[in-house]
């Protein structure tokens, strides 16, 4: 059984996904957040799904959220803060603004002082559910100190 090129390359990997932002076909995009998942998230996969974050083309926001919040890299932030407030479609069912919902664990888990910053503005929404999910990562934010990147940072360097 030959392995799927995918498995062997994260560098085709993260061709597929810079290519998938630029042609912005849904197919495509599909095929390399699969790709992205089964190889292992990476940290030089941050910059193509921050991008398919903000692109509405596509039906994976929450994907890419969970993605962004196990990497916790820094430069997701104002992308996950403006991902909260996208209407997107295909999400109109959903009435407890699950995506929103997950981009406040991903900025808690980042853990940055822009990230705590971006979940206090949540805190003070007009919407009420996410506003309440902000207060929540807030309230919890000590708490949650082994989930945030600075800890892991601090953890594998021996700090």
């Known amino acids: 059984m030959t392995p799927i090129p995918h498995q062997r390359d994260p560098a085709r990997v993260l061709a597929d996904l810079n290519r998938s932002v630029e042609t912005r076909d849904e197919s495509e995009i599909d095929d390399a957040l699969d790709a992205a998942f089964d190889v292992g998230l990476r940290p030089e996969f941050a910059p193509p799904l921050i991008q398919l974050l903000d692109l509405p083309v596509h039906r994976r926001h ?3 959220v969970v993605g962004l919040q196990q990497l916790k890299d820094p430069r997701a932030v104002d992308s996950l803060y403006r991902a909260v407030f996208i209407k997107h479609e295909y999400l109109n069912y959903d009435n407890f603004f ?3 919902r997950k981009c ?3 900025l808690a888990d980042i853990g940055t002082t822009e990230a705590r910053s971006q979940l206090s503005q949540l805190a003070s929404s007009e919407n009420p559910l996410i506003a309440r999910y902000a207060q929540k990562r807030l309230d919890n934010w000590e708490e ?3 989930r945030k990147r600075d800890h892991e940072t601090n953890q594998s360097s021996g700090a």
Do not use: C, N, P, S
Request: aromatic share 8%; proline share 0%; net charge negative.
């Open 98 to 100: 699950g995506l929103a």
């Open 144 to 146: 949650e100190q082994e």
């Open 62 to 64: 929450e994907d890419i």
């Open 104 to 106: 406040t664990w991903a």
